[in-house]
């Protein structure tokens, strides 16, 4: 069994040892441009078109995400009859509801607020948020989602979801698809994105949408930095329709020295950390899947190239 390798901006020695650990029958290499040779399967992370124009031969591509949006962008050097799989989880989920929680609460207690006057030395009251008052919107109720729902559950949060298909969680007031998306949003006043990267959702998060929120509302961005329309968002938080935004993910990463969010702070800016893909729980993952079709057996996480996730 041949499997190729490339993550850009990764080290691969690592991965590679762990994947001979886990599948010591395979051999395994690093991809080097001009490298044509057969493979069976290929793991990357955000490949050149190089490495997979023409491989027909492979049986699954497994991408080191959550998120196929980079690896869709190759476009027709991506094989059209070969498996495309996505990261389910490999500890992921728990991360992003542990940062997004955090980001809320913080919100909910109004702890930038107070952040704000101790910079100051100011000893002020700012009463509380009532918690009937502060509906809570996920946009994406996927695998991330989910978690991020169940985590905040456990605070009596009002909780709502939108996503592309109605979906049932406990404790969430479900709205789905297009012509519910104005009604999801005027009943939110913190507003969390999760949504995967499609053509569909880019710039989602834009002047229109953003201004159907509550007066005083709050947006936390942990999916792609294509869903926010940034000019949009300075611009409502500066008005105080926005009363603060976490944003994780941008444009263009790393953030520019320049970029006007730096000297916004009203905006919380973290380095897309919010979710790291785990080693050890990855190559368990991707190598209990590969022994999977060896077998002839269905795997989960394969990508709907129609819907591109």
Known sequence: ?????????????????????????????????????????AVVWKPPAAMLRGRVGLKAIFNLGAGVDAILQLGDALPPTVPLVRIDDAGMADQMAEYVTHAVLGYYRRLDEHAANIRQREWRYIKPNQKQDFSIGIMGLGVLG????????????????????AKQLPGVESFAGESQLAEFLKGTRLLICVLPLTPHTQDILNRQTLSALAPESYLI???????????????????????????????QEPLPADHPFWNEPRIVITPHMSAMTLRADSVRQISNKIAAIERGEAVAGVVDLARQY
């Open 221 to 251: 961005n942990v999916a792609r930095g294509a869903h926010l329309v940034e000019e949009d968002l300075l611009a409502l938080v500066q008005s105080g329709h926005i009363k603060g935004a976490t944003l994780d993910v941008f444009r």
């Open 146 to 165: 989910s978690r991020i729902a169940s985590a905040l559950a456990q605070f009596d949060f009002p909780l709502r979801g939108w996503s592309r298909t």
């Open 1 to 41: 069994m041949q499997i190729l390798f490339h993550a850009g901006g990764i080290d691969p020695a690592p991965w590679i040892q762990s994947f001979k650990s886990t599948l010591p029958q395979a051999q395994l290499r690093e991809w080097r441009e001009g490298d044509d040779a057969a493979a069976d399967y």
